[in-house]
């Protein structure tokens, strides 16, 4: 490509005016042409006190144009101008050299003009070379001005247009086009806002709910419900038939969901990273217990010498291959229990914490109540009863073989590192011993306990046999001062009086086998094991235990409640219970009038002093994770029993576990205990970014739910049994229906039923208390009402994989609440030949 400028010879085309329009238009230079000097091989060095000139198109073409001009004037008039002397010879690079006659160098040929693009001309300014253009170009020769028949040469730039009107016809037409397309998207516009249907779509807009917790409710129900099944034939299946078809690690119920919420916002708490010099010492020790335990490397090399060296620390068992020196008659199974303590757990044959005076529930005491073994049972006893299906007479030999092959075989083998058939015998007493402890604390399992009260001398003269001075002196009078006047709590007093006849009977050996055991079970989740899955959610459930976690927790999480709505919701529930059950005798609703609620976290747990107390005297090695986490979770122990004969804050309980989403009913102090992390999504609060109707179907049916346990747990239930009971059997499948006991399904069913029918009451309630029919949708669900969101948001709610199989007893469940309801059958406009149809009202 040529990079000279394109000219055109028109002198004869351009009229007079437009050559005084050239001549006398202001130059854009501040300076006059230069006057024409001799040309030299070195230009001269520019001037001390000349002004640097900066470079301009369009100044140069201007300049170049009026020397032209007046050359072209000088020509043909035959007259000499007089040269125009400047201030100074500023170096000026001129976009293209005017044509002259007396030139040294020969004239450059004309070329013949025609029309451009305004884009090729803009070229022939832009295209020159930049070092071309700010080197100075020599000055001209000086030459004397001849009559030249040569047109005159100018070029043409984008800086100077022809007159007329559009340069291209193209151009005129696309303005009209986008004309006439702005104005019909304005009439278009319009036309929508001023029309019906656009007012029925805004409508409909309006009444959706958009926050980010309606579109996750939205989510799981449709992730969750099948449309192909009919809510009034199979409400469970229609709810939950997709859940169900998942993969097993996607069939998280509700409770699942909480608590791994809860593990991972408690792994971000523990794993982020923050200026030490910021962190609270409680955090401190928090995220160094987490490194230490997420240590693998470490704690490998450790174990399983830490917890064998913890076990030799205590009265040793006949079991263990270095127990040589066991004493029977010497051996006090009281004092081998006292020491144990918290290293035993709820697997202890005694265990003690902490409760409330009958007279004034805030005053703190001592509580002594029998071991919890479901963590070391409940799954052989299920596996048992599926299986093998056994009579009552053949119950115990089954339960007492399968405990020995499935337990005691594999800890024998992995913990102790023995032949199992070596202590074969002494493995079948331990198996008879659990029995028999299992068979002692199967009253204990309830909602609510019975709780006895005496003085610890009263229990040493009601229960001769047990040496309990010498339990409590084993470990516990080291932390309390206690006096043979002081109130305990006793929580099933008849295990202890079975305990008694079950140590007579057993011989001293297995009982401090058992207790070895016991111990090992219960300290073994803190030393490393390879057979033992191993990762970050072991490391955060072990810590989230102690109250430094727990405070870290609600140092993030507090203000995601409001504990004021929060309460005044709950009183409503407790309030509209009350009333759907007047016709229940008064002594039976004085439990639920007095019911009182824990809500959030207690205030103590915000305080760094109280809670780095306990703790601020021990010394942690991080490379050792199973002698940090003793030493701190022990500190923490002794610091609570020794608040025993003190009281409680208004606003605390002896158990309020705060990163554990699990409600708890503390039936000594009446009140239930409903967590923070239990306050999350799905479930949901009051005043809320969500319809009410979803604050109902979540955590108003799980708190009706937990009333509606302390309620029955002390009523005759047989009438309502016996009324739901066909209504049960008639969604299960063949093999089940035929099955003798359904009692403990039913009692399940009957609270659930009864929280779902009070939720419903309640909401309609606070629907006509305030004029509300009809509140925002969910999206993609406009088509339900309240109720029926209500009802939908519940089941979808309570999806369990429970239900997976066909007819199920949890399928059975969710089905008959909603048979039992008269609002289910009236919104989903089921019919009497429908399965699910209220025909009797059985609550």
């Known amino acids: 490509m040529s990079y000279e400028p394109r000219r055109i010879a028109s002198p004869v085309n351009r009229t007079h005016s437009f050559e005084i329009a050239i001549s006398t238009s202001p130059p854009l230079s501040p300076y006059p042409d230069p006057d024409p000097v001799e040309p030299s091989r070195s230009p001269p060095p520019p001037p001390a006190h000349a002004p640097k000139r900066l470079y301009s198109p369009r100044r140069s073409v201007h300049e170049t144009i009026i020397r032209e001009l007046r050359e072209y004037t000088t020509t043909r008039s035959g007259l000499a101008q007089p040269p125009i002397s400047p201030p100074a010879a500023p170096a000026v690079a001129p976009l293209a050299e005017a044509e002259t006659t007396c030139s040294d160098e020969a004239s450059e040929p004309v070329h013949e003009s025609s029309d451009f693009d305004n884009q090729e001309e803009e070229e022939n300014v832009q295209e020159r070379n930049v070092d071309e253009l700010d080197a100075p170009s020599p000055p001209p020769a000086p030459c004397v001005p001849t009559e030249t028949s040569q047109p005159i040469v100018f070029p043409i730039t984008p800086f100077y247009r022809r007159k007329g009107g559009c340069p291209k016809f193209s151009i005129c ?78 069939q998280l119920n509700f409770l699942s969901q909480l608590k791994e919420s809860s593990m991972t916002n408690m792994h971000g708490l523990l794993t982020n990273e923050e200026n030490p010099a910021e962190m609270l010492k409680s955090t401190k020790l928090a995220k160094s217990l987490y490194e230490s335990c997420m240590n693998a490397v470490q704690r490998s090399s450790n174990s399983p010498a830490d917890l064998h060296n913890l076990i030799q620390n205590f009265p040793c068992g006949p079991i263990l291959p270095q127990c040589h020196n066991f004493n029977s008659d010497s051996y006090s199974w009281e004092r081998h229990s006292g020491m144990l303590d918290w290293y035993a757990g709820d697997y202890n044959l005694i265990v003690y914490g902490r409760d409330v005076h009958p007279q004034d529930r805030s005053k703190i005491i001592l509580q002594i109540r029998p071991p919890n073994l479901e963590k070391m049972t409940g799954q052989i006893l299920r596996n048992l009863l599926e299986l093998a299906k056994p009579s009552s007479t053949e119950f115990e030999p089954l339960f007492q073989l399968s405990l020995r092959q499935n337990l005691l075989n594999d800890f024998v083998r992995f913990q102790l590192l023995q032949d199992p058939r070596s202590v074969q015998s002494d493995l079948d007493n331990v198996a008879r011993l659990i029995v028999d402890l299992h068979a002692a604390t199967r009253k204990s399992a309830t909602i609510t306990p019975n709780a006895t009260y005496m003085t610890i001398n009263e229990l040493s003269q009601a229960l001769p046999q047990l040496f309990f001075r010498e339990f409590l002196d084993a470990y516990l009078s080291n932390i309390y001062k206690w006096t043979e006047e002081d109130l305990i709590s006793i929580q099933d007093y008849e295990y202890f009086a079975r305990l008694v006849d079950i140590m007579a009977t057993t011989d001293r050996k297995t009982v401090a086998n058992y207790l070895v055991i016991a111990t090992t079970f219960n300290m073994e989740q803190y030393s490393y094991s390879p057979r033992e899955q191993f990762g970050w959610r072991e490391c955060v459930d072990q810590i989230s235990r102690l109250d430094i976690a727990s405070k870290l927790f609600i140092d993030k999480n507090a203000n995601i409640i409001e504990i004021e709505k929060i309460f005044e919701f709950l009183t409503t529930l407790k309030t509209d219970f009350i009333s759907t059950h007047r016709s229940t005798p008064l002594q039976y609703l004085s439990t639920i009038n007095r019911l009182g609620f824990y809500v959030g976290y207690p205030k103590r747990l915000q305080n760094e002093d109280i809670v780095w107390r306990p703790v601020s005297q021990l010394s942690t090695n991080q490379s050792n994770y199973f002698d940090s986490i003793i030493r701190v979770s022990r500190a923490e122990r002794e610091y609570s029993l020794s608040q025993i004969g003190t009281y409680l804050d208004i606003d605390d309980t002896t158990e309020f576990p705060v990163i554990n989403p699990t409600m708890l009913y503390n039936s000594h102090v009446g009140a239930i205990v409903i967590p923070l992390s239990f306050l999350k999504p799905p479930i949901h609060q009051p005043d809320g970014d969500v319809p009410m109707y979803a604050v109902y179907s979540s955590l108003g049916i799980t708190i009706l739910q937990m009333i509606s346990k302390v309620f029955w747990d002390g009523l005759d239930k047989s009438s309502q049994l016996q009324c739901l009971d066909n209504v049960y059997r008639g969604f299960l499948n063949g093999n089940r229906q035929r099955a003798a006991n359904l009692d403990n399904q039913l009692f399940s069913t009957i609270e659930l039923s009864d929280a779902f029918k009070t939720a419903i009451y309640s909401y309609t309630k606070w629907q006509n208390d305030r004029d509300i029919h009809r509140e925002k949708s969910l999206p993609a669900f406009d088509n339900l009402d309240s109720v029926s969101s209500l009802m939908l948001t519940f089941s979808t709610l309570f999806c369990s994989n429970e239900g997976q199989e066909p007819g199920s007893d949890y399928e059975a469940m969710i089905n008959t609440v909603a048979a039992n309801s008269k609002m289910f059958t009236i919104h989903f406009n089921c019919n009497n030949t429908s399965r699910i149809f209220n025909r009797r009202t059985c609550l």
């Open 173 to 250: 037409i696309g303005g009209l086009c986008a004309t006439f397309f702005i104005l019909s998207i304005i009439f278009l516009i319009f036309w929508l806002v001023s029309s019906s249907d656009f007012r029925s779509i805004s409508s409909k807009i309006k009444n959706v709910c958009s926050s980010r917790e309606c579109i996750d409710m939205a989510f799981r129900m449709s992730s969750n419900i099948e449309e192909k099944i009919e809510p009034c034939e199979n409400f469970y299946q229609h709810s939950c038939h997709k859940f169900n078809t998942q993969t097993e690690d996607h």
